[in-house]
């Protein structure tokens, strides 16, 4: 294919545990004539998560590892991650807490999307507690991972309106749009700096 040789595109594993909506789209803007990565690989805790299906679909590696023992999931995550050569770990909805060990490994290599204006609402449940603190502004963060909980550097955010008819679940649809457009743009602002 012209113009395709020579150019090696970053290998991107996506941790999931849920939907995949990020999965999906990342996936979309990954086969974009111009993107710079590729997704190889899939890690999940749930063999049942819905979003594990666009695996299946696009053809990517997947894994499901069961969480029953943090160390030997972990351990088995990282085989993974080797045998498919990793560069960088997309976590998108993915439930579980890695550990300082695992963080150290893939150090500055893990990015997070999460639901709030970091560093406000940490945790789940973002959207209720935005509402019921009468925030005017909900919103969508992507950052670095380090070994506290939502806590890693902040790579980009997006401010989404708080609007006096809103639950959370209607917010939360507003604001998973956004995620879909942040995220594959803080992974360009991340990739451009390798
Ligand atoms: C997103 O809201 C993300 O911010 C949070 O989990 C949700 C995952 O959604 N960390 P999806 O599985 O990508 O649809």
Known sequence: ?????????????????????????LIKHSK????????????????????LHYAYKYKINKKTVNYLNIKNSEKNILTELKKNKIDIICLAGFMKILSNNFIKKFKG????????????????NTHQRAINNNEKFAGCTVH???????S?????????????????????KRVLKQEHILYPKALKKILSTL
Do not use: C, E
């Open 109 to 124: 290599k893990i990015i997070n999307i999460h639901p709030s204006l970091l560093p406000k609402y940490k945790g789940l």
């Open 1 to 25: 294919m012209p113009g395709s040789i020579g150019v090696k595109k970053i290998n991107i594993a996506v941790f999931l545990s849920g939907t995949g909506s990020n999965f999906k789209n």
């Open 152 to 172: 890693g550097k902040i790579i980009l955010q997006k401010k989404v309106k708080i609007l006096k008819t809103d639950t959370s679940s209607k917010l939360a």
């Open 32 to 51: 974009k004539k111009k993107s710079k990565f590729k997704i190889s690989l899939a890690i999940s805790d749930k063999s049942k998560a819905r979003g």
């Open 144 to 150: 670095h991972v380090n070994s506290k909980l939502d």
